[in-house]
């Protein structure tokens, strides 16, 4: 045994195999002009030619995303094009094979993989609770100050709230202008398990406002406290891809349409500042103190929705 970090994995055929991490090591199913010693092939039609790479740091071991289909760690799904640290254990996944990251004695892996057809890209019906975040007053704000300081003010939310996503074992897919739009994925039927991390994610994301406003003031930043409508909904959509980029993940169906415009009603036409559709708030109206809102005609769809927001402490 070494301390040397290393990649364990069972291929298709129930074979373990080992694999040290001395430098870099990339994942896929071509990976062509890679030693055989600095990559792990799988022969999956969903796995991209070059789908991932995992590499030391400096400060220690990263993956990054390369793929069409999606790259999960520890059963949560990466963003498009992401990279996220790595830990003693961690678990990546990608196709049908499941690869550890731990510090066992190397073995290199014993068959050169040559399976070079097209990359089949999944489309697929996924159960879905999104979470989209809207800076209100946007518009005015970049009208009235410099380009730079738009900057720092949405590196600074968007960090943040990237950060709060992740720790709730979310999945970032946009940052679409003024908001950032994040999913977490059910495995089967909606549950209140993958529901309720969305809404503790807006909670928490609303909580950390005057934060990252006071560290904006003490950078010089003479701005006023900022504020931000959250829309979260759960349904079903479908999953695919969209043009030949890697970062081209395609998210389609109504509930997260509904999610942008229910994130631009609130704390504007909507005095509640998280507001969620009445599918999310079935799933977390035990855990989660709600406040019903009523029903309300949304632009731009015909009917009305039974609305709820979640009452802050």
């Given at each position: 045994?070494t301390s040397e970090?290393c990649?364990?994995?069972?291929?298709?055929?129930?074979?373990?195999h080992?694999?040290?991490?001395?430098?870099?090591?990339?994942?896929?199913?071509v990976?062509r002009?890679?030693e055989?010693?600095?990559?792990?092939?799988?022969r999956?039609?969903?796995?991209?030619?070059?789908?991932?790479?995992?590499?030391l740091?400096h400060?220690?071991?990263?993956i990054?995303?390369?793929s069409?289909?999606?790259?999960?760690?520890?059963d949560?799904?990466?963003?498009?094009?992401a990279?996220?640290?790595?830990k003693?254990?961690?678990c990546?996944t990608?196709?049908?094979i499941s690869?550890?990251?731990?510090?066992?004695?190397?073995?290199?892996?014993?068959?050169?993989?040559?399976?070079?057809?097209?990359?089949?890209?999944n489309q697929?019906?996924?159960?879905v609770t999104?979470?989209?975040?809207?800076?209100?007053?946007?518009?005015?704000?970049?009208?009235?100050?410099d380009?730079?300081?738009?900057?720092?003010?949405?590196?600074?939310?968007?960090?943040?709230?990237?950060?709060i996503?992740?720790?709730?074992?979310?999945?970032?897919?946009d940052?679409?202008?003024?908001?950032?739009?994040?999913?977490?994925?059910?495995?089967?039927?909606?549950?209140t398990?993958?529901?309720?991390?969305a809404?503790?994610?807006?909670?928490?994301?609303l909580?950390?406002?005057?934060?990252?406003?006071?560290?904006l003031?003490d950078?010089?930043?003479?701005?006023p406290?900022?504020?931000?409508g959250?829309?979260?909904?759960t349904?079903?959509v479908?999953?695919?891809?969209?043009?030949?980029?890697?970062?081209?993940l395609a998210?389609?169906?109504?509930?997260?349409?509904?999610?942008f415009?229910?994130?631009?009603?609130?704390?504007?036409t909507?005095?509640?500042?998280?507001?969620?559709?009445?599918q999310t708030?079935?799933?977390v109206n035990r855990r989660?103190?709600?406040?019903d809102?009523?029903?309300h005609?949304?632009r731009?769809?015909?009917?009305?929705?039974?609305l709820?927001?979640?009452?802050m402490?």
């Amino acid at each position: 045994m070494t301390s040397e970090p290393c990649l364990t994995w069972q291929d298709e055929n129930g074979t373990q195999h080992r694999l040290a991490l001395t430098d870099r090591i990339f994942l896929g199913r071509v990976c062509r002009g890679i030693e055989r010693e600095k990559r792990i092939l799988v022969r999956n039609p969903m796995v991209s030619r070059d789908h991932a790479v995992v590499r030391l740091t400096h400060s220690g071991v990263e993956i990054v995303d390369l793929s069409k289909n999606g790259t999960w760690v520890n059963d949560v799904r990466m963003a498009p094009g992401a990279s996220r640290n790595l830990k003693d254990g961690d678990c990546i996944t990608l196709g049908n094979i499941s690869i550890v990251l731990s510090c066992p004695r190397s073995i290199t892996p014993s068959d050169e993989d040559t399976w070079t057809e097209q990359t089949t890209v999944n489309q697929a019906a996924v159960s879905v609770t999104n979470l989209v975040a809207d800076v209100r007053g946007f518009s005015a704000f970049s009208q009235q100050v410099d380009s730079t300081t738009v900057y720092t003010f949405i590196k600074a939310v968007f960090s943040r709230f990237s950060a709060i996503v992740n720790a709730h074992h979310g999945t970032v897919k946009d940052y679409a202008g003024d908001a950032v739009f994040a999913f977490w994925e059910h495995p089967g039927t909606f549950s209140t398990e993958h529901a309720l991390p969305a809404c503790q994610a807006a909670v928490e994301q609303l909580s950390s406002l005057p934060e990252i406003h006071r560290q904006l003031r003490d950078r010089g930043l003479d701005l006023p406290p900022p504020v931000l409508g959250w829309g979260v909904t759960t349904g079903q959509v479908t999953l695919s891809h969209y043009g030949s980029r890697s970062a081209d993940l395609a998210l389609v169906g109504d509930c997260i349409n509904l999610a942008f415009r229910l994130s631009s009603m609130a704390s504007k036409t909507l005095q509640a500042p998280i507001v969620l559709c009445s599918q999310t708030a079935s799933l977390v109206n035990r855990r989660l103190p709600l406040q019903d809102l009523g029903n309300h005609e949304i632009r731009g769809r015909s009917g009305q929705e039974h609305l709820f927001g979640i009452q802050m402490r």
